[in-house]
Each structure stands twice: as C-alpha cells, then as structure tokens.
C-alpha cells in the first residue's frame, strides 16, 4: 500500500493555471501507475489523467486533453498535474490514485483499477 498526499490546489481565475503534486510514500513509487481523478458537487468522480510506470504512456478524457498534462519524477516519489486554461467547470476536488501493476506501459482509466487513493484537494475556477 502507498500512502498519497495531495497539494497545489487552491482558487484561480479562469484562463488561469494551477500544478497539483501528490506525494507518494514508500521505496517502489515505480511500480505503480498513477492517476489524477476529480469530484464536483452532486457529480460522480471522474477520471482526468493517468500515466504509466515509466511515464511514457498517458491518456486523458476529451474534457481536459490539450489542456491538462500529467507527469511523474520516479526519483522524488511524485506526480503532476499541470492544468492550464482552467474553466469553472473544472472546479473539483482533484485526487491522486495509485495502482500497483507489472505492466511497464499500461496507464488506467477505470477508478476500480486503483486501490491507493489520496485524500484530495480542492480546485476552484472563479469566472
């Protein structure tokens, strides 16, 4: 199990930009794929990001793809999102999740692919 911790959320101005960070405890960071998920009031939480071991594979949904960019430093034991453009719509408690897997390539897009969830951070877009 890894331990997740979420930062860098906070209110921003449309058209504005914010970079989440999570925190992940532990020496096998690298085994696991990592992913970026989010949770509006009344709405169902829903997927934003996610990259591979390796970093080399990402997706995203249509939503954020173009403005969102995920990624990950192996060596520090952290992953990014980098939002830029930010829309009212974006507004949400973002989370960081984590799947140990032994596929080198493989970046998830289904909640139930992750066990290991952080707390959360909210991420507000005033317009």
């Known amino acids: 199990q890894v331990q997740l911790v979420e930062s860098g959320g906070g209110l921003v101005q449309a058209g504005g930009s914010l970079r989440l960070s999570c925190a992940a405890s532990?020496?096998?960071?690298?085994?696991?794929?990592m992913g970026w998920f989010r949770q509006s009031p009344g709405k169902e939480r829903e997927f934003v990001a996610a990259?591979?071991?390796?970093?080399?594979?990402?997706d995203y949904p249509d939503s954020v793809k173009g403005r969102f960019t995920i990624s990950r430093d192996n060596a520090k034991n952290m992953v990014y999102l980098q939002m830029n453009s930010l829309k009212p719509e974006d507004t949400a408690v973002y989370y960081c999740?984590?799947?140990?897997?032994?596929?080198?390539?493989?970046?998830?897009?289904?909640?139930?692919?992750?066990?290991?969830w952080g707390q959360g951070i909210q991420v507000t877009v005033s317009s």
């Open positions: 990259i591979s071991r390796s970093g080399g594979t990402t």
């Open positions: 532990g020496r096998t960071f690298s085994m696991y794929a």
């Open positions: 999740a984590a799947a140990i897997t032994y596929s080198i390539g493989s970046a998830y897009t289904f909640q139930r692919n992750y066990p290991d």
